[in-house]
């Protein structure tokens, strides 16, 4: 019973909500979807979404990490741990960098290479051309 009185306590709240919200409403105000209050310079506005589609087709989209041990051998490939790691960061035609870090015991080494649609001219390590490929999706 208390259920019952509960949901139709909600119900009432929700339909006098209803009721204030549209009292609130300006007069002559549009609904959603209603052109008419468009600005007269709908020209000028596509321009605008246009600059801003081509600006954001040169953003870093595309990301990817892939983790691995880079001295894992045989039997011992479950006890490094995964610390190295290699990046790929591109925008939609593919450019962008690959950028990958080998942990050893004693020291770490960082490299980066260019990727120009989706392509790189040094040669990718496996787990870089992983990267580039879950990127890509």
């Keep these: 019973m208390n259920t019952v009185l509960s949901v139709l306590a909600l119900l009432v709240a929700l339909a006098s909500l209803g009721l204030v919200l549209q009292q609130r409403r300006a007069p002559g105000a549009t609904e959603p979807g209603d052109v008419s209050d468009l600005p007269e310079d709908a020209l000028g506005l596509r321009h605008e979404v246009a600059a801003l589609r081509a600006e ?35 925008d939609d035609h593919g450019d962008g960098t690959v950028i990958t870090s080998i942990h050893g015991r004693s020291e770490a080494r960082t490299y980066a290479k260019t990727i120009s649609a989706w392509r790189c001219d040094q040669p990718l390590s496996p787990e870089e051309e992983e990267a580039v490929g879950q990127a890509r999706g």
Excluded at 60 to 80: F, I, T
């Design 56 to 90: 954001a087709a040169t953003a870093l989209q595309h990301l990817a990490v892939v983790r691995y041990d880079a001295y894992a051998r045989g039997s011992d490939a479950n006890l490094g741990g995964a610390l190295s790691w290699s990046l790929a960061l591109l």
